[in-house]
């Protein structure tokens, strides 16, 4: 078997024959205003209120808004730390806008202490394009620890909500796709539990709900939702990428190619999620539909390695080694460091009995730091092959 991400990889050996809490940052976390933040230096941060208005220039219509944000930090540490409201933010939008000073002045200007055991109040300033509509994240950076914090009231208030009553199915999912995003998986799981449970046939939760376990390691569960999920119910097209690039991960191939066929067959996929389904349809053994959509990439012009690194593994499965190579050195030009790649051209080369050349190609591996399965794999190979 030849590595062709995500199937789990096995030893080389066998690859050669075959209510609102205080919340902890960790790495990447994401939370919601009216939160309590537990920063890691002990400060407590808190968004309670965001404002947003045309800006109002007196030269006519403006092409910007004034966002007002306030926010409340306690200090809980034993340390004093010093804050600069014009540095230590910004708010992201499309794309990210950094702090100024209004006109009146009400936005915090200096930078402040906060010391231990007291409260201060921030007042943030930004300047926005009007033209950009998404939910703002304000980002505070302190330590070289960051926070994103989702400024919606809405959220705010279905969290409250959820605390009190089990959310309707479309709240549910709003918060829910927020809270998997933000890999707030305990909390998304205790909302979403209780919406499945009074709307078992919602796709949408269901398939927040395998999120959730997946993301838990409970692949058994993950995979009870997603059998869950009826393809036939799936008319939009952002949802049947969503279920597919799961099921593939969880190794529900049938499930991918069952809710992203019928939008490929009209010609509503994009590059990369018909490659997904070229992926999919080659673990369901359905090499020819594989075929046809990774000949249609290429004459298309195709600059995506992973495009090549399928079709790859594909020759090989076809016994057309001399090909499979070819393709993997493609995918490897295209990206120097793809590891499996080099991984599985080495494997071309041992069956071809070059050895030297298979050796080459999976020390070049461990050069790359890859993941831990494919270092393993690598080192095993080389191991079998040492003189």
């Known amino acids: 078997m030849i590595f062709c991400k995500p199937q789990t990889k096995a030893s080389v050996i066998i690859l050669l024959l075959l209510t609102l809490v205080a919340a902890s940052v960790t790495a990447e976390s994401t939370f919601l205003m009216g939160e309590d933040v537990v920063h890691p230096t002990g400060l407590v941060l808190s968004v309670n209120s965001i404002q947003r208005q045309p800006f109002a220039s007196g030269l006519g219509v403006s092409r910007q808004d004034e966002v007002f944000v306030n926010m409340t930090f306690v200090n809980t540490g034993a340390r004093t730390y010093r804050i600069d409201p014009l540095k230590d933010f910004s708010l992201e939008l499309d794309n990210n806008f950094q702090p100024t000073l209004d006109r009146e002045l009400k936005a915090t200007r200096d930078a402040f202490n906060v010391f231990p055991s007291t409260q201060s109040r921030v007042d943030l300033y930004f300047k926005v394009d009007s033209s950009q509509k998404s939910m703002p994240i304000l980002h ?3 330590e070289d620890t960051g926070i994103r914090i989702l400024c919606d009231p809405e959220l705010q208030k279905l969290m409250q909500k959820s605390n009190e009553s089990t959310l ?6 709003k918060i829910g796709k927020a809270l998997v995003e933000g890999m707030r998986y305990s909390l998304a799981e205790s909302i979403l539990r209780r919406a499945v449970a009074a709307d078992p046939t919602n796709n949408q939760l269901l398939m927040l709900m395998a999120s959730v376990e997946d993301a838990n390691y409970n692949r ?8 869950m999920v009826n393809p036939a119910t799936i008319a939009d097209r952002a949802e049947a990428v969503t279920i597919a690039k799961l099921a593939v991960n969880l190794g529900f191939y049938d499930l991918a190619v069952s809710v992203l066929s019928p939008f490929e067959m009209v010609g509503r996929l994009e590059p990369g999620e018909r490659l997904l389904l070229a992926r999919a349809s080659y673990y369901e053994n359905d090499l020819a539909a594989a075929v046809r959509i990774l000949d249609a990439l290429i004459r298309e012009g195709s600059k995506d390695s992973m ?6 593994n594909l020759f090989d499965r076809q016994g057309n080694i001399e090909r499979a190579i070819e393709f993997w050195e493609k995918a490897i030009e295209l990206t120097p460091d793809h590891t499996e790649a080099h991984f599985n051209l080495g494997v071309g080369y041992y069956k071809q009995q070059q050895i030297d050349k298979a050796r080459s190609c999976w020390q070049k591996v461990l050069l790359l730091k890859p993941d831990s399965e494919t270092l393993r794999a690598a080192e095993e190979a080389l191991r079998s092959t040492d003189y």
Do not use: I, K, M
């Not at 058994?220 to 059998?227: F, K, S, T, V």
């Open 168 to 173: 309707r199915s479309d709240e549910a999912v």
């Open 140 to 142: 505070f950076s302190l």
């Open 220 to 227: 058994d569960n993950a995979a009870h939702y997603l059998r």
């Open 307 to 312: 495009v090549y690194f399928t079709y790859a």
